[in-house]
């Protein structure tokens, strides 16, 4: 189970608010890290390591880069929770091990509300409120199970090496 408190965002969180794209020529995912959402000062005043985000419509859209979900994994952010998410972003994020949870509900949430997330169930603990979530399809949740598509794709090939007796 996570849990941790909510840093609320709105709607068209683009990836350029998460990390701006003058920090990319940094050389690790980890010196970029400390410039996410920088312009954002509730996040800077707010977060903590395994706190969980949460955006309305449309979190991660504008460029394609995949640092965006990097930093915010980097950050320590246990999950994203949002009404939606940008299509690319949403793909980067599940490649890297990084939980994306659909909420229809999530404009209800209130920044730093205390959120709990298990498989299947969002639970606001401030409130007592239970929100209905879309469960991720059976593929997508083996790959966040291994901790992102390169553990999942070491564990299925070291599963055929196995039973095919490594030839």
């Known amino acids: 189970m996570i849990r941790g ?3 609320k965002f709105g709607n068209n969180i683009d990836t350029d608010q998460i990390i701006g794209a003058h920090h990319l020529t940094l050389p690790t995912i980890r ?26 419509d449309n979190f991660g859209c504008g460029s394609s ?12 952010v246990a999950a994203i929770v949002a009404r939606g998410f940008a299509r690319i972003f949403f793909r980067n994020a599940i490649n890297l091990g ?6 229809p509900e999530a404009v209800d949430i209130v920044e730093r509300d205390v ?9 606001n603990l401030t409130t007592g409120k239970e929100y209905t979530i879309e469960r991720l399809p059976p593929f997508i ?10 553990p999942y794709l070491q564990r299925k090939a070291e599963s055929k090496d196995i039973s095919t007796g490594g030839s």
């Open 98 to 103: 990084l939980l994306l949870i659909i909420c």
């Open 31 to 56: 010196d970029m890290a400390r410039y996410t959402f920088e312009h954002h000062a509730h996040f800077i005043a707010n977060f903590e390591r395994g706190d969980i985000l949460v955006g309305e």
């Open 141 to 150: 949740r083996e790959i966040m199970d291994t901790g992102g598509i390169i």
């Open 115 to 123: 959120l709990a997330i298990d498989t299947d169930r969002l639970c």
């Open 65 to 76: 880069r995949e640092q965006a979900p990097a930093v915010l994994k980097e950050r320590g």
């Open 5 to 7: 408190k909510a840093i």
